[in-house]
C-alpha cells in the first residue's frame, strides 16, 4: 500500500468536507453574523464535541485503534471480530447514559463552558445542548466504524462521511431558518437540528462498508461484553488518554470562557478563525495520522523497530514539507481569505479585521499544531498513553500563562497566539519523548531539507503579502466574482512559485511519492 496515496485520499475527501464546512461557516456569518445567538450556538455545539473527544474519537480511537490492529495482526479476524462485537455492545450503552444525562444536565454543562453568554444566549444555548447532545451517540459509533474501516484500509467511507453532516446543517439553515420564527422557536435553532440529522445520517453512512468487509457489530449481552479482555484493555489504555484529552479540552473551556470575556462577537471570531487553522490541519495531520497509527501500530506488533522510525521520518518530512508553507499563508495572505469567506451579510469589516489577526496568531503554530497529529500516534502505537499526558498537562499550564501575557495585549488574537506556540512546545518535547526511547531516529539529510522548505516558503510568502498590501480585500466586496478570482489566481500562483522554488533549489520529490507499506 502507497501511504502517500492513502493519505492523499484521505485528504481530498477531507478537502471536500472542509470546503462544505467554511460553506456553512459562511451561512451561518451571513444570517447571524458574530452576534450573541452566534456565540449560544457555538458553545451548544461545544458541549457535545467536548464530550465527543473525551469519550470517543479522541480518547476512544488512541486506545482503540492501536488495540484492534495489534489483535488483527497476532490473533486473526475472528478473535478481532469477537473484540468489535464487545467493544460496540459496551460502547453503545455508554452512549445511552451519557445522552441522558447530558440532556437533563444541559444547564450546569452550559454554564461551565459558557458562564459570561447573555441570559438571552444562555437560555438559547440550553435548548440547543439539549436538542444536539443524541450527537455524541450517533458519533461515537462512528469513530469506532471508522477505527475499525481504518484498520482494514478502507480509508474512503470515514473520511467522506462529515460531509453528510455539513450538508444537513447547511440545508437546515438555509432552509429552516425563515420558518423558525413562524414555528415559535428561535431562528438559530435550525442549525442544531443540522447537527442532529448529520449525526444520524454520519451513523448509517458506515453500516455498508462494514457490511462489505464482514465487521459489522453484532450485539451481544452487555455482561459478556464487559467480560471480554479486550475491553478491559481499551478501557485501561483509555484511562491516561482520557486524562490528555481531557486537558486539551479543559484548554478548549478556559478559551471559550476568555473569549466571551473579550466581548460579544470573540467567540464567533475565534471559531472563524478556527476553520481556517483547521484546513491545513485535517488535510496534513488528520489524514497522516490516520494512515499512520494502523500502520505504525502493525510494525510494532512485528517488533521491526526500523521501520517504524522510517515510518515516523517519512511523517514528518511530509509535514514540514506541507506545514511550513500553509503557515505562512496563514500569516501573510490571512485578510484575503477571511474576506473572501466570511465578508458579507452580518459579517462586517471589523469582525474582518479581528478575525484576521486571530488567522495570523494560528500562523505562528501551525507546524506544531500538525507535527502532533503525526508525533502522538508514535506513542500510541506503542500502547505508551502516559508520556503524552504528561506533556499535555505541561502545555496546558504553559498556554495558560501565556495567555496571562498575550490575551490583554491583543485580545482573541492572544488566545490564537497560545494555542499555536503551546503547539510548537508540545511537538517538540514529543519529538523529544520519540528519540530519548529510541522510537524515532532521524535519518539523513535534515538540514538541506529544511533549508530548501524555508526558502521556497519566503519566497511564496513574499508574493502573498504583496498581494495582500496591494489590493483592498474589503472595498472589493463589491464585486465577490472578482474578489473569489483574484483569490483562487494568488493560491495557485503561490503554490505553483512555492513547488518552482523547491526544484530549482533540488528537492527531490521521489522519496515521498514512493513510501509504501
Known amino acids: 500500500m502507497n501511504l502517500l496515496r492513502a493519505a492523499s485520499l484521505i485528504s481530498v475527501l477531507t478537502l471536500a468536507s472542509r470546503i ?55 490473533d486473526g479476524d ?56 443524541p450527537y455524541i451517540g450517533c458519533i461515537s459509533l462512528v469513530a469506532l466504524a471508522g477505527g475499525i474501516l481504518n484498520t482494514w484500509r478502507r480509508f474512503m467511507v470515514a473520511a467522506v462521511t462529515p460531509v453528510l453532516l455539513n450538508l444537513s446543517v447547511i440545508f437546515c439553515g438555509w432552509w429552516l431558518t425563515p420558518h423558525m420564527a413562524g414555528w415559535g422557536f428561535r431562528p438559530i435553532y ?9 449525526g444520524i445520517l454520519q ?19 452487555l455482561r459478556q461484553a464487559w467480560a471480554h479482555p479486550g475491553v478491559r484493555r481499551v478501557l485501561t489504555q483509555m484511562g491516561p488518554a482520557l486524562i490528555g484529552v481531557g486537558v486539551s479540552q479543559l484548554s478548549l473551556l478556559i478559551n471559550t470562557q476568555l473569549a466571551l470575556a473579550v466581548s460579544v462577537g470573540a467567540t464567533s471570531w475565534l471559531t472563524y478563525a478556527d476553520r481556517l487553522m483547521e484546513f491545513p490541519i485535517s488535510l496534513l495531520g488528520v489524514a497522516l495520522g490516520a494512515v499512520l497509527t494502523p500502520q505504525l501500530s502493525s510494525v510494532r506488533a512485528k517488533g521491526d523497530m526500523e521501520a517504524y522510525s522510517n515510518l515516523l521520518d517519512w511523517g514528518l518530512r511530509l509535514v ?24 458579507r451579510g452580518h459579517f462586517h469589516a471589523e469582525d474582518v479585521l479581528h478575525t484576521t489577526h486571530a488567522v495570523m496568531a494560528y500562523g505562528f503554530g501551525l507546524l ?99 498581494l495582500s498590501e496591494r489590493l483592498d480585500w474589503i472595498a472589493l466586496g463589491s464585486h465577490e466574482g472578482l474578489r473569489a478570482l483574484w483569490l483562487a489566481g494568488g493560491l495557485v500562483a503561490s503554490a505553483l512559485l512555492y513547488f518552482a522554488v523547491l526544484m530549482a533549489v533540488g ?5 515521498f511519492l514512493r513510501r509504501g507499506v
Not at 39 to 66: C, H, K, T
Not at 190 to 198: E, F, R
Not at 507 to 511: G, S, Y
Open 20 to 74: 462544505l464546512g467554511l460553506v456553512r461557516e459562511q451561512m451561518l456569518a451571513a444570517l447571524f453574523g458574530a452576534s450573541a445567538m452566534t456565540d449560544a450556538y457555538l458553545v451548544a455545539l461545544r458541549i457535545p464535541n467536548l464530550l465527543r473527544r473525551l469519550s470517543a474519537e479522541g480518547a476512544f480511537s488512541q486506545a482503540f485503534v492501536p488495540i484492534l490492529a495489534g489483535a488483527r495482526e497476532r
Open 78 to 133: 475472528e478473535a478481532t471480530r469477537a473484540l468489535i462485537d464487545a467493544v460496540a455492545t459496551v460502547m453503545t450503552w455508554a452512549m445511552v447514559v451519557l445522552s441522558i444525562v447530558g440532556i437533563i444536565g444541559a444547564p450546569v454543562l452550559v454554564w461551565m463552558l459558557g458562564a459570561n453568554l447573555t441570559d438571552d444566549g444562555r437560555d438559547a444555548a440550553i435548548v440547543m445542548t439539549r436538542w444536539m447532545f
Open 203 to 221: 451513523l448509517v453512512a458506515q453500516v455498508p462498508a462494514l457490511a462489505r468487509i464482514h465487521v459489522m457489530p453484532r450485539p451481544m449481552p
Open 368 to 466: 506544531g499544531l500538525v507535527a502532533v497529529k503525526v508525533l502522538a500516534p508514535g506513542f500510541y502505537a506503542s500502547q505508551d498513553m502516559k508520556t503524552p499526558v504528561r506533556i499535555a498537562i505541561a502545555v496546558l499550564v504553559m498556554t495558560q500563562l501565556m495567555n496571562l501575557v498575550f490575551v490583554p495585549l491583543l485580545g482573541v488574537a492572544g488566545l490564537a497566539l497560545s494555542i499555536g506556540l503551546g503547539a510548537m512546545v508540545n511537538a517538540g518535547m514529543l519529538l523529544r519523548g520519540l528519540r530519548k526511547v529510541g522510537s524515532y531516529t532521524p535519518k539523513k539529510g535534515w538540514t538541506p531539507f529544511l533549508l530548501r522548505v524555508a526558502i521556497a516558503s519566503a519566497a511564496m510568502g513574499a508574493l502573498q503579502w504583496y
Open 320 to 343: 514540514c514539507l506541507l506545514a511550513v508553507p500553509c503557515g505562512i499563508a496563514l500569516l501573510a495572505f490571512a485578510e484575503p481569505m477571511v474576506a473572501v469567506l466570511y465578508n
Open 507 to 511: 528537492l527531490k520529490l521521489k522519496p
Open 190 to 198: 435550525s442549525m442544531a437540528i443540522g447537527v442532529m440529522i448529520g
